[in-house]
């Protein structure tokens, strides 16, 4: 089963430009990624760019063979899914996903619970510290 995700990346004018993430979205792992991988605006601008993912980080194919660690976006396998831009960061967040997690240029990256059956439904969510070992 998937946990599912929204990446955003905050905008001047507070719009948010996001992607559809769809495995391992939970703060634990997805959001040690994002921290660990994409640490600035550039790098979290260009992991949205790509639209939406798999995984922001695997070595494993559509097909199952291994490839480079990195994203691994649903257009590789054909499909046009872009990035998507809502107007602000409540539209942002009434997503779909469980998680919404936005780069933001004060506070880096925030994670949102957007489960709507969680007793924490849109409180922002501690992100652990420290890389996975991968």
Not at 70 to 77: A, D, F, I, N
């Amino acid at each position: 089963m998937a946990t599912r995700s929204r990446i955003g990346l905050e905008l001047a004018d507070g719009s948010v430009l996001s992607a559809y993430h769809h495995w391992d979205g939970y703060p634990e792992w997805l959001g040690r990624i994002l921290k660990t991988h994409y640490n600035d605006r550039a790098k979290a601008a260009e992991l949205i760019d790509g639209g939406d993912m798999s995984s922001a980080w695997t070595n494993a194919g559509f097909n199952n063979e291994t490839v480079a660690q990195g994203p691994l976006y649903y257009s590789q396998r054909g499909e046009d899914c872009p990035p998507r831009l809502d107007k602000n960061l409540s539209e942002f967040l009434q997503n779909g996903e469980e998680y919404g997690y936005v780069y933001t240029e004060t506070e880096g990256w925030l994670c949102y619970d957007t489960c709507d059956w969680h007793e924490t439904y849109l409180e922002s969510q501690e992100i652990p510290t420290g890389a996975l070992a991968v």
